[in-house]
């Protein structure tokens, strides 16, 4: 049985990914600050209650996770959070917190597992966003995240492809998910405005499935339609 590491499993994309790594018949460690809280009832799911942004415990977790698996095939940095607006108005602790946790922690991980994926051939994937190949205003600075995340992966991959360890850069567009709940933008309610955390999800199964002489490098998704929904007063994350 192949095993993934998957962070941020809580809800939206990387929940849809942990289940159908499941179906395809590999056992998952999920990893969450908050823990999983049965959203997964699965026999090869485990659910590990981890702050990404506490090196010293991730460190130790990471451990604990490839003594008991016994090795790593797969490694899905999922996790990531957003705050967007005219950068000068932005909070600096929130700042701090999104580029550590969508930049460090991904590129933290890649190096406490690589040593153990090139042992089993494995494949990481480093879920980015759209927002890494274009300008993004009031976005500038998740942007540049994005953008690190994505250079890294393309880097990575050429350093450790002699290994044959496959690296993937995945770019959703804007996706039906918790992640703009604390926002004040979400996705417009027309269904060609946005995609799916199963249609990632179904890229994840592309990337995963594909033959052995195969790298996929890169994956953007974007829904049809480019269009994005303010939100009104006493929504959650709406400005009053």
């Known amino acids: 049985m192949k095993t993934a590491i998957v962070t941020g499993t809580s809800r939206g994309i990387g929940q849809a990914v942990a289940l159908r790594l499941l179906s395809l018949g590999y056992k998952v460690y999920g990893i969450s600050r908050t823990g ?3 959203a997964i009832g699965h026999e090869n799911f485990v659910s590990v209650c981890c702050d990404l942004l506490d090196t010293e415990k991730l460190i130790r977790v990471v451990e604990g996770i490839v003594s008991d698996a016994g090795g790593i095939d797969l490694l899905i940095n999922n996790a990531g959070v957003g705050c ?3 950068h000068e ?7 701090r917190t999104m580029m ?3 930049l460090e922690v991904p590129v933290i991980l890649c190096r406490l597992l690589l040593r153990d994926l090139k042992k089993s051939h494995g494949q990481i994937i480093n879920m980015s966003s759209v927002t890494a190949k274009k300008i ?5 600075a998740y942007a540049a995240t994005k953008a690190g995340l994505s250079h890294f992966s393309e880097s990575l991959f050429e350093e450790v492809r002699k290994s044959g360890v496959r690296v993937t850069t995945l770019q959703p567009d804007i996706t039906r998910s918790g992640f703009y709940d604390p926002l004040d933008f979400t996705w417009s309610e027309d269904e060609d405005t946005s995609i799916l955390p199963d249609q990632v999800a179904d890229a994840v199964e592309y990337i995963v499935t594909a033959g052995d002489n195969l790298a996929v490098q890169e994956i953007t998704l974007r829904p049809r339609k480019n269009q994005i929904r303010r939100k009104s007063p006493g929504e959650p994350g709406a400005r009053e």
């Open 136 to 140: 993004s205003t009031h976005g500038c």
């Open 89 to 95: 108005q932005l909070d600096v602790y929130e700042l």
């Open 84 to 86: 967007f607006g005219p």
């Open 100 to 102: 550590r946790t969508n």
């Open 36 to 38: 999983n809280i049965g």
